[in-house]
């Protein structure tokens, strides 16, 4: 036989091996397939999640803030007394005196709060308020703090309407009024008080020498004289009363 003819059935030979053990190669990855489908079937559920999850970061990319992990927030404790409501000496306490000017800071570090303060922030969700050893309720909270101020309520609904609009309200009863309210942005001590404002009932009768009183009173103090009118669903209107010359 020729030597090429030789080499030719050599490679031939060669070539039907190499089919033959691919063959058997993949029989026998089939085998392993079908024996390990559950497994398989998991796994490519599992590669999918990992795909939808990064396509969702890149639709939706979350913020640097967003990432870093939230820090559970913490309720101030606080006691009720007849006539305030006093918070336990904390850092968030003062944060609250620091960064929104409620209450002031006493003589032993806690920070003393009005009843008209101490609800707001109940509501809020800033502090609990404990009456000896028992929680109060927003209901039961109300009940005690109208015992100690019968126009309680109506006070009430014209603090949290306007600490909700962002201003910074406190008492004003050495210039005669209920409240005295700063400009957005001003704290006491930085600035005087804008208006002075008394808070009434729709229903209420006002005569005219108590109108003119506490026009006299918001002249006196260089303030802008305001009313608080609260009708039967807590909503409150402003009338601005100015001074006019004829």
Not at 175 to 191: L, M, Q, S, T
Not at 220 to 235: A, F, H, N, Q
Request: charge should be positive; include cysteine.
């Amino acid at each position: 036989m020729p030597e090429k003819a030789k080499k030719t059935k050599k490679k031939v030979k060669k070539e039907a091996k190499k089919d033959s053990a691919r063959k058997k190669t993949k029989k026998a990855v089939k085998k392993s397939k079908s024996k390990n489908k559950p497994e398989a079937a998991i796994l490519k559920v599992e590669l999918n999640n990992v795909q939808d999850e990064k396509q969702k970061s890149k639709d939706f990319p979350v913020s640097a803030g967003e990432q870093k992990e939230k820090k559970p927030k913490i309720k101030i404790k606080a006691m009720l007394t007849e006539q305030t409501v006093i918070a336990d000496e904390c850092d968030e306490a003062r944060e609250l005196y620091n960064q929104s000017r409620y209450g002031h800071i006493d003589e032993t570090g806690r920070l003393q709060i009005s009843l008209l303060e101490g609800l707001y922030l109940m509501e809020k969700g800033k502090i609990d308020v404990f009456e000896k050893k028992k929680k109060l309720d927003f209901t039961s909270f109300v009940k005690k703090a109208k015992k100690a101020e019968p126009n309680f309520w109506i006070r009430y609904c014209v603090f949290k309407d306007m600490r909700n609009r962002g201003y910074i309200i406190k008492t004003a009863l050495k210039f005669g009024a209920d409240f005295r309210v700063y400009d957005r942005g001003i704290k006491p001590g930085e600035d005087h008080a804008r208006w002075i404002i008394y808070p009434v009932h729709e229903a209420t009768t006002i005569t005219w020498y108590e109108f003119s009183a506490k026009n006299r009173v918001a002249h006196s103090t260089k303030k802008r004289l305001m009313i608080g009118v609260v009708d039967d669903e807590g909503d409150v209107t402003y009338w601005e009363i100015r001074w006019m010359r004829p």
